[in-house]
């Protein structure tokens, strides 16, 4: 995706000098879901809402590679982990937050996938209950708390029904 980059910061230990792969990471199609969310970075920002938006990442890790450790970033800025920004969550266990990814020999030469949810995106209160409605979502956007999250649809599915939208966050120059 043109907009969103993952820097990757590895830290291996060389175990032979010949060359080979430690690292494989490739973006995948996801069927993860697109969820609005209060705007809780800026919360005197009430008339928008931020759109989150997930992303997969497939990951295949070799013995050379004690851990992986990232930093996103999106319009030339580093994004923060945690609550604000972005999250990162191993696919089989999406409740835990991780901030790295620690060599394990069961997982070592085994794909893992990550999804990484992006909420980094503001989106008019406006524009939000246009796609409440073309998702036939009765919700309100007013008053929208801590930990309340509405559920839209896949993002494969949201990509293809919102080019537009997409669009306008690919037009952010990364560089």
Request: avoid cysteine; aromatic fraction near 14%.
């Given at each position: 995706m043109k907009y969103t980059h993952i820097i990757v910061a590895i830290v291996s230990l060389l175990i032979s000098c010949k060359e080979e792969k430690t690292l494989e990471i490739k973006q995948i199609?996801?069927?993860?879901?697109?969820?609005?969310?209060?705007?809780?970075?800026?919360?005197?920002i009430k008339d928008s809402v931020v759109l989150?938006?997930?992303?997969?990442?497939?990951?295949?890790?070799?013995?050379?590679?004690?851990?992986?450790?990232?930093?996103?970033?999106?319009?030339?800025?580093?994004?923060?982990?945690?609550?604000?920004?972005?999250?990162?969550?191993k696919k089989q266990n999406k409740?835990?937050?991780?901030?790295?990814l620690d060599s394990d020999k069961a997982l070592i030469n085994k794909p893992i996938n990550i999804i990484i949810k992006e909420r980094n995106h503001l989106i008019s209160k406006t524009d939000a209950r246009k796609?409440?409605?073309k998702y036939d979502i009765n919700r309100s956007l007013d008053n929208l708390k801590f930990r309340d999250t509405i559920k839209l649809?896949?993002?494969?599915?949201?990509?293809?029904?919102?080019?537009?939208?997409i669009n306008d966050f690919e037009k952010i120059s990364d560089l």
């Open positions: 199609d996801t069927k993860e879901i697109v969820t609005i969310l209060p705007n809780l970075k800026n919360p005197l989150s938006i997930p992303f997969e990442f497939q990951i295949l890790i070799d013995s050379s590679v004690d851990y992986v450790v990232w930093l996103y970033r999106v319009d030339n800025k580093t994004l923060r982990d945690g609550s604000f920004d972005y999250q990162v969550y409740t835990k937050i991780i901030y790295q796609l409440l409605k649809t896949t993002y494969d599915k949201f990509r293809n029904e919102n080019k537009s939208l």
